[in-house]
């Protein structure tokens, strides 16, 4: 799927349990970047749910330990979480078919 406008964010830190929540560090989601939804629980913030994005398509805006070792990190893809009523509907992503007019 496709984040079609630019979107606030937030990393994941190791938390609880060996489990990755969501941290206070917020990134941005460059627009028209392909996600996947991840099943993964938010803890006390409900209102999150994790992504999965490519490196390439983040954009850090606060730099802590985490912001961090993200930048440097050699991984191409990070785990970030949004706000869940920010994430497209699956008809947001689908394009409408052409219509042709039949002319005599």
């Not at 206070?24 to 629980?41: A, D, F, M, R, V």
Request: hydrophobic share 35%; glycine share 6%; proline share 6%.
């Amino acid at each position: 799927m496709v984040i079609k406008e630019a979107l606030i964010c937030y990393l994941s830190e190791f938390g609880y349990n060996g489990f990755y929540y969501p941290s206070k560090e917020k990134g941005i989601i460059k627009q028209n970047s392909e996600y996947e939804i991840l099943p993964w629980i938010s803890g006390t913030q409900d209102s999150l749910s994790a992504i999965k994005i490519e490196k390439k398509n983040f954009l850090p805006l606060t730099l802590g330990d985490e912001g961090v070792k993200i930048t440097l990190s050699k991984q191409e893809e990070i785990v970030v979480w949004i706000f869940k009523k920010d994430i497209p509907k699956e008809t947001d992503n689908v394009k409408e078919p052409e219509r042709k007019i039949n002319q005599p």
